[in-house]
């Protein structure tokens, strides 16, 4: 396992634990410091791992494994394991296709069914991006409204009414797209005002419309974590962090503005059996 002070990479097992003991931790501190903690999802199949784990809670032993605080308050603790503050939290979604909430396609659904049915997490509030019962446009701008209203704005030198989120975990897709910022999509790229735009489904697979949150919002959030997987994306996190990464991947544009930006990236394990060419 590789350790940098924001890189992490190991066995699917051992980053799925670290990321959750750092999500868990975060979300406490986020608590203590501010009475709530805010966290945007990403999107995909690769969370959903990671969802589970969140959902369940983590072992007492893994932040101080991984160099992270353990959680203070005694509600922390619950059963032999170390939980999140649910009711404290608040959910948001980075991204969404814009299909029903049952579709087998849909974020939500995914989150659903890894994080929101397991009976520890009743009492999150959650907010999904109402993008099957509106035109994505108005979708859009309906939840910039709700992240607004939520989160309020805040008015800083680097930023106009900008609300900041506590936490927000991005995915990393072969092409360099993150959330559903894709290469050559300028009007979304170069986005400075909205927080939430409509995506042509021309640009998407499977090609449907999408809802995404913006730059100016990911950037201004207190922590940003990659959670991914792969040799190849590895190789992507190493080039963007050195900021070698081709100019087409979006990816690249993520640069927090007064927060950290953390990668968790599993890799098959030596022994796993390789696919053929």
């Known amino acids: 396992m590789k350790h940098d002070d924001d890189y992490f990479t190991g066995s699917e097992s051992d980053i799925t634990g670290h990321a959750a003991a750092f999500v868990v931790s975060e979300a406490w501190r986020a608590v203590a410091e501010r009475g709530r903690f805010t966290l945007a999802l990403s999107g995909g199949r690769t969370p959903a791992g990671l969802y589970r784990k969140l959902a369940s809670g983590i072992e007492p032993e893994l932040p101080d494994r991984h160099g992270i605080p353990t959680p203070e308050p005694a509600e922390a603790f ?24 049952d579709h087998p396609d849909s ?23 109402p993008c099957d019962d509106l035109p994505p ?34 995915g990393l897709g072969e092409d360099g797209h993150t959330a559903s910022l894709f290469p050559g999509d300028r009007g979304a790229l170069e986005e400075t005002r909205c927080l939430v735009v409509a995506v042509s489904p021309a640009l998407a697979t499977p090609p449907v419309s999408r809802l995404t949150m913006t730059l100016p919002l990911i950037n201004r959030a207190k922590t940003i974590c990659f959670f991914t997987s792969g040799t190849k994306r590895a190789a992507m996190a190493e080039a963007i962090r050195r900021k070698t990464a081709h100019v087409s991947w979006p990816a690249r544009l993520v640069r927090p503005v007064n927060g950290r930006m953390v990668w968790f990236i599993s890799l098959p394990s030596p ?3 390789r696919r053929s060419p």
């Open 78 to 101: 619950q059963g032999g394991l170390i939980v999140m503050p649910w009711t404290q939290t608040f959910l948001f979604w980075g991204d969404e296709r814009c299909v029903s909430g």
């Open 107 to 129: 974020n939500y659904r995914m989150a659903r069914e890894a994080l929101l049915d397991a009976p520890a997490t009743e009492g999150v509030k959650a907010f999904r991006m």
């Open 137 to 170: 446009h108005e979708a859009a701008k309906k939840y910039e409204h709700t992240i607004r209203t939520i989160l309020g704005d805040t008015q800083t030198p680097e930023s106009d009414n900008i609300p900041v989120f506590d936490f927000i975990l991005l």
């Open 271 to 273: 022994d796993s059996p």
